[in-house]
């Protein structure tokens, strides 16, 4: 945890109506490491992600990105920052080939066709999509949709990733390929990544620090056998279950 | 397939296309006058058609005023021509640029205020209505009595003018229809037509891979109005009258959408297909019944002839037709 910050977010807050989705949420994800953002549905994890990547603006609170403020900017300023997300509930470009969304997002990073075409089929590539680049993305399975997210975000070139739950649906080998997908990735690339996952066989395999959120408030972070042994943490997640359940 | 740029077009498509052209070019040595002024018909609807589909087609955001731009081209180069005897070919830049501004401003007007759907397609339509009840009080451009150009000379064509035949408007029209074509191509494999259909396709995804949605809407809402004004230009000269109540009717603005939504939104060669087919229709349509003396015996058919279209095909023609044919495109 020596290294520099590529992401900091600083009391980060945002309320819906009655709700406080986001409650003075800090941590930071050191330069090319894995940080994951755990917690039960309703933590705050997609709300934190929004925030960070310029879809809401937060009421309090900051976000800086290699040490500079990119609070509150519009999504695609966000991405110019170098911020590439991924949606939870995916959001291909249906009429477009596999190959084509992701150019979209190479495009971000040059302006030459053959470059941006050449870089998409690479990470098509790594990622595992490349027999389907010529697919329509509406025909895509939803596994194959959410590896398509990643695709697309990574091709933007960003300097960290957020992955909103990108796994989700995908079978235990499935996992595993991605799993070390993202550790070659990282490795690789020296690209940061912000996950939150559900499956905790990936989170526990891929990150170097877990953050959890628990009713949009950090409750706990660690390194990952630290998290999973801490008390509160199990009690949010386990809750005050009556024996048998 | 990875080598090959989408850019390129494999020999069947290009000998398909040259085909195409060839037949174009010739169909005027043997075509009578009825036939060719009805391919004139044919080639404006299809340019307009093809103008729209750059917004509403490629990038998604529906249009339903579209006249306007058609009247404002028309108005311009002809007022021009009539009251400074400038030529059309100055004059319909100038009406290209007239349209261009109106498109940018009515599309940053909503896009700015996250007006979208039909919300946006209600807003084209009502500055389109705007402009023609301004135009009816517009006593420059004569008003509701209308634009008059002087009579054209028909012993020869003077093309620097724009005064001539059918004949000569075919091949200007069919020169403009082929070169809209090759634009669309062209911008479709760019950058900006990814972003073009990448907002048609998810306007939350395209902005967070880094697309500025409102600069491109309005970038392609002006080059769509602007392309538009330009055959609302050879229109003007070619009908050598405007009225406020023709040029922005509401009606051209539907006729405009009707042949690409035919012949297959956001694709290449639907609106051009469409075209061909709904005015052949129309025409049709109007000798099978000319006998009957029943009022609106027509409209019912070709109603009915596009309900059955749409019903069949709800993504237009050419997706389909490309299909059987085998031929390949770069639009969806």
Redo the contacts between chains.
């Keep these: 945890m020596s290294a520099a910050p590529i992401l900091e977010v600083r009391g980060l807050s945002k309320r819906f109506r009655g709700l406080q989705a986001v409650d003075g949420v800090s941590f930071s994800v050191p330069k090319g490491s894995i940080v994951a953002l755990i917690g039960p549905n309703g933590a705050g994890k997609t709300t934190t992600f929004n925030l960070i ?1 310029g ?1 809401i603006r937060p009421d309090s609170g900051s976000v800086l990105l290699d040490g500079a403020d990119v609070t509150g900017l ?3 300023q966000a ?2 920052a170098g911020i590439g ?1 991924t ?1 939870q509930l995916v ?6 080939s596999v190959l ?1 969304n992701v ?3 190479a ?2 990073a040059t ?1 030459n ?2 470059e ?2 050449e870089a998409s ?1 690479a990470i098509l590539e790594r990622l595992g999509l490349a027999e389907r680049a ?1 697919t329509p993305a509406k025909s895509l399975t939803l596994p194959e949709r959410k590896r398509l997210e990643t695709a ?2 990574l ?2 070139r960003p300097k960290i990733l957020l992955l909103d739950e990108v796994m989700a649906g995908l079978r235990p080998t499935e996992i595993d390929q991605m799993v070390r997908a993202f550790a070659d990735l990282t490795r690789e690339t020296g690209i940061s990544i912000l996950l939150t996952e559900h499956v905790m066989r990936a989170v526990m395999a891929l990150s170097h620090h877990i953050v959890v959120l628990h009713h949009g408030q950090k409750i706990c972070e660690g390194a990952p056998e630290q998290v999973s042994r801490d008390p509160q943490v199990l009690e949010c997640y386990l809750g005050h279950a009556p024996a048998g359940a | ?2 080598g090959a ?1 989408p ?1 390129a077009l494999s020999p069947r498509t290009a000998l398909a296309l040259a085909g195409f052209v060839a037949i174009m070019v010739v169909l005027p040595f043997i075509a009578n006058d009825y036939i060719v002024s009805v391919l004139v018909v044919v080639l404006f609807s299809a340019y307009f058609g093809q103008s729209w589909n750059i917004i509403t087609g490629f990038t998604g955001q529906l249009s339903l005023g579209h006249a306007l731009y058609v009247g404002l081209g028309a108005y311009t180069s002809a007022a021009l021509f009539v009251h400074f005897d400038l030529s059309p070919w100055l004059g319909m830049p100038a009406g290209m640029a007239v349209a261009a501004i109106a498109g940018s401003l009515i599309a940053a007007l909503s896009f700015r205020f996250r007006v979208g759907g039909v919300y946006f397609a209600l807003l084209t339509i009502a500055f389109s209505e705007f402009v023609r009840i301004l135009f009816d009080h517009f006593k420059w451009v004569g008003a509701t009595e209308g634009l008059f150009l002087p009579v054209a000379n028909l012993a020869h064509d003077d093309p620097l003018h724009l005064r001539g035949s059918p004949t000569m408007f075919y091949y200007f029209l069919l020169a403009l229809t082929l070169g809209v074509l090759g634009l669309s191509h062209l911008l479709l ?3 900006v037509g ?2 073009w ?2 907002i ?3 306007e ?10 409102f600069r491109c809407k309005v970038m392609a809402m002006a080059l769509s109005a602007a392309l538009t004004a330009l055959g609302g230009g050879f229109l003007a000269f070619y009908d050598n009258n405007l009225y406020p109540d023709t040029a922005f009717s509401l009606g051209r603005s539907i006729e405009i959408i009707t042949a690409p939504i035919i012949g297959g939104l ?1 694709t290449l060669f639907g609106p051009i297909l469409g075209a061909f087919l709904l005015t052949s229709l129309g025409e049709t349509m109007t000798n099978l019944t000319s006998g009957w003396e029943i009022a609106g015996l027509k409209q019912w058919f070709y109603g009915a002839a596009l309900l059955l279209i749409v019903a069949l095909l709800p993504s237009g023609i050419w997706p389909w037709l490309r299909r059987v044919i085998g031929l390949e495109e770069s639009g ?1």
Excluded at chain 2, 206 to 212: H, S
């Design positions: 990547a879809a519009r999504p695609d991405c110019h997300r949606f959001k291909p470009f249906g009429a477009l084509q150019m979209v997002g495009l971000h302006g066709m053959r941006a075409r089929w010529e697309r975000a091709a933007t | 397939m990875r740029g850019v494999n760019r950058r990814y972003y259909q990448a048609r396709e998810d939350e995804a395209a902005q967070a891979l880094g697309i500025d949605v956001g969806r």
